[in-house]
């Protein structure tokens, strides 16, 4: 009787076909993943302008309809630390007109417009987001 051997392990042909199909996997993943941080400040800076936003109509409800010239009058409302635009890392664009204030963010791009997230403006007035 002849005796066989059997060789355990994979071949290199296996072993170049699962480190391929890694590979695609992994670029898949990084192309998913990869604008998730963007994503994540723009939402950042929408939710803190909505707070902005109520903290200037607080302030406009105790000073007889008046906006402040400056954020940083209501800046003891944050602790001393306002909130600031999580892409430029300034102060967010602010502009007070009489009974009306305009908050914007420019979004990743820091250029007026932008379709789509996170290169889209924020635009906050006393009435809430009009983006």
Not at 17 to 31: E, P, R
Not at 37 to 50: F, I, L
Not at 110 to 125: K, L, R
Request: hydrophobic content about 40%; proline content about 4%.
């Amino acid at each position: 009787m002849t005796r066989r051997k059997y060789r355990a392990g994979f071949t290199l042909i296996e072993l170049m076909v699962v480190i391929v199909i890694l590979g695609i996997i992994g670029t898949m993943a990084f192309v998913f993943v990869l604008d998730k941080p963007d994503k994540a400040k723009w939402t950042k800076a929408q939710t803190e302008m909505g707070e902005i936003q109520k903290a200037l109509n607080d302030y406009a409800l105790e000073h007889d309809g008046e906006y402040p010239d400056s954020l940083e009058a209501i800046a003891t409302r944050f602790g001393g630390n306002m909130p600031k635009d999580p892409f430029s890392k300034e102060d967010f664009l602010y502009e007070a007109s009489g009974g009306d204030f305009t908050l914007k963010c420019l979004g990743k791009d820091q250029a007026e417009g932008g379709a789509d997230v996170p290169d889209q403006d924020i635009v906050f007035t006393k009435t809430g987001n009009v983006t």
